[in-house]
């Protein structure tokens, strides 16, 4: 059965063009970031860590590259998945009269999403180098905090938001 949502074109407003630039800015940073600090790499460099953030795998320094490649792939299948929310999975049926508060509200989210992911590797990337440089082999609190807000806070504000929004 094909899908038969409404196709909107979703405005994209001036907090939506923050959240993209900051996450393209993001993306740059960490492949220069890379680029810059490669050849002053050792040639082994942590590539896995534990639920405490502490190194428990260790790979050649050529990894570090899949981190800022992974990044940009899911950056830029979330952005076309964001083009076209009549794909998005919704707890209502979407019709002519309510497609566009709910997309909207989809891609806000998706596009937050997207920015905490590229935030989350663009940390986990700057922590692996830092770490490779002075011998330490943590993520530290940081990444932490960046998970717990970014997977557990986050999305009960969203919900709540979400209802509000509904209210009126």
């Not at 409404?6 to 960490?30: G, K, N, Q």
């Not at 490779?132 to 557990?152: C, H, K, P, R, Y």
Request: aromatic residues 12%; glycine residues 6%.
């Amino acid at each position: 059965m094909p899908n038969e949502r409404p196709r909107i074109s979703i405005p994209l407003t001036p907090p939506d063009i923050v959240v993209e630039l900051a996450s393209v800015a993001i993306l740059i940073l960490m492949l220069i970031h890379t680029i810059i600090e490669y050849p002053n790499l050792p040639d082994t460099i942590a590539s896995h860590f534990n639920a405490k953030g502490e190194a428990d795998g260790y790979s050649d320094k050529v990894f570090l590259w899949f981190i800022p490649c992974l990044s940009i792939g899911m950056y830029a299948g979330l952005f076309f998945l964001n083009k076209h929310p009549h794909l998005h999975n919704y707890m209502v049926n979407i019709t002519e009269e309510n497609a566009l508060k709910q997309y909207s509200f989809s891609t806000k989210v998706l596009r937050v999403v997207n920015f905490l992911t590229v935030l989350m590797f663009g940390y986990i990337n700057f922590k692996i180098i830092e770490g490779a440089q002075n011998g330490s082999s943590d993520l530290g609190m940081g990444f932490l905090i960046t998970v717990i807000a970014g997977s557990i806070i986050l999305p009960i504000f969203i919900v709540i938001y979400q209802r509000q929004l509904n209210k009126k």
